[in-house]
């Protein structure tokens, strides 16, 4: 037996290593996105929540005050 078999066998196996890595990083960073655009979208809706209580409470403050 030839040792050229075993050497790609071995090139073979890195490549599925590396196809292995590339994808697990790929994961992660989607799944990382993914979190950061959950947390953004949920302090936006915080944030304007917490605007339009702060507005409401200007506008009742002016009609009490005859603004």
């Given at each position: 037996?030839?040792?050229?078999?075993?050497i790609?066998?071995g090139?073979?196996?890195?490549?599925?290593?590396?196809?292995?890595?590339?994808?697990?990083?790929?994961?992660?960073?989607?799944?990382?996105?993914?979190?950061?655009?959950?947390?953004?979208?949920?302090?936006?809706g915080?944030?304007?929540?917490?605007?339009?209580?702060?507005?409401?409470m200007?506008?009742?403050?002016?009609?009490?005050?005859?603004?």
């Amino acid at each position: 037996m030839s040792p050229a078999p075993i050497i790609l066998e071995g090139f073979s196996r890195a490549a599925e290593a590396r196809r292995a890595r590339v994808s697990a990083d790929l994961t992660g960073r989607g799944a990382s996105i993914l979190l950061w655009l959950a947390v953004s979208l949920s302090l936006g809706g915080a944030t304007m929540l917490l605007v339009d209580r702060l507005c409401t409470m200007e506008a009742a403050a002016r009609i009490a005050a005859g603004v």
